[in-house]
């Protein structure tokens, strides 16, 4: 989550480069160059049967393709601290996605956790920029349905832990990740001048591939084989930490008291969201 929080601020230098669909494709073209060794399946791998496919699409079309344009869109359109604050809501929609769909129990103070996450958002669209002009309600927007796609990701993530490896998992989600994103790529591809990009563009459209298709869900789907969502949902935390210092460490973004105070009620609806599940972790 912390790899995830760095590139979601980090993509806004790379989408004010290259088009939305162009940079999502590349990132899933390098990851699969990278992931060619994982596509072989282990000797005690039991066969795949079409539920495990039909999840593993589901998983990329949510947690790859659809989340990919979202977050991508929104952060070009507002900035990666806004994008912290929203992405703050992840704890809360896993844990209400677990209880949809998992039957896991789900505690009352979620819900608050959910009033917080949209009191947090409330601010940050009621205010300005530091230019005086409004924020980007479609942005927001867009980062709020990367949102969705983020915790749908980690639920079905569980459930895939249970049928594959994480290496596998990791190397055929990106691969449907890859063909859903082709067409629209290779049409914004025809008219791009390549030759125009910067070394260090390129060094950070490498670092932004590793990290988003390769990296951190391999992490993520280790860690998930030993933990139930709602409780990998307490980790999701580390994202919007990262991506707001990320933004205001790396990319200079402005951290004025709105953006604390939206920050304080996003982190006080993970707070409560996540007590409960460790207090019930720990008996």
């Known amino acids: 989550m912390s790899l995830v929080g760095s590139y979601v601020a980090l993509s806004k230098p790379l989408v004010a480069t290259f ?37 593993l699409f589901l998983e990329s079309f949510l ?60 601010l940050l669209a009621t205010g300005k920029a530091r230019d005086g002009a409004p924020p980007s309600l479609v942005g927001n927007l867009l980062v709020v349905g990367a949102v969705v796609c983020e915790a749908s990701y980690a639920v079905i993530g569980k459930k895939l832990t249970g049928a594959l490896g994480p290496r596998r998992i990791t190397a055929l989600v990106n691969l449907w990740g890859l063909a859903l994103m082709t067409p629209f790529g290779l049409w914004q591809a025809r008219n791009f001048d390549f030759g125009a990009v910067a070394p260090g563009t390129w060094l950070l459209l490498l670092f932004y591939s590793l990290a988003a298709s390769v990296w951190s869900v391999w992490l993520w789907m280790t860690g998930l084989r030993g933990l139930p ?10 994202l919007p930490v990262t991506a707001a210092a990320v933004g205001v460490a790396a990319l200079g973004e402005p951290f004025g008291h709105r953006q604390l105070a939206a920050f304080a009620l996003a982190l006080a609806g993970v707070l409560l969201a996540t007590v409960p599940v460790r207090a019930a972790a720990g008996r």
């Open 229 to 238: 969502a709602a409780l990998g949902g307490v980790f999701t935390v580390m």
């Open 19 to 55: 088009p939305v669909f162009l940079l999502a494709w590349l990132r899933f073209a390098i990851g699969a160059l990278a992931m060619l060794h994982w596509l072989r399946p282990p000797p005690a791998e039991i066969p795949i049967t079409g539920a495990t496919h039909r999840l």
């Open 63 to 122: 947690g790859n393709f659809l989340f990919s344009i979202c977050m991508l869109a929104g952060v070009s359109q507002t900035s990666a601290v806004s994008a912290g604050v929203i992405m703050a809501a992840i704890p809360a929609a896993v844990a209400v996605l677990s209880w949809a769909f998992l039957r896991e129990h789900v505690p009352g103070r979620v819900w608050g956790a959910v009033g917080c996450a949209v009191a947090g958002i409330a």
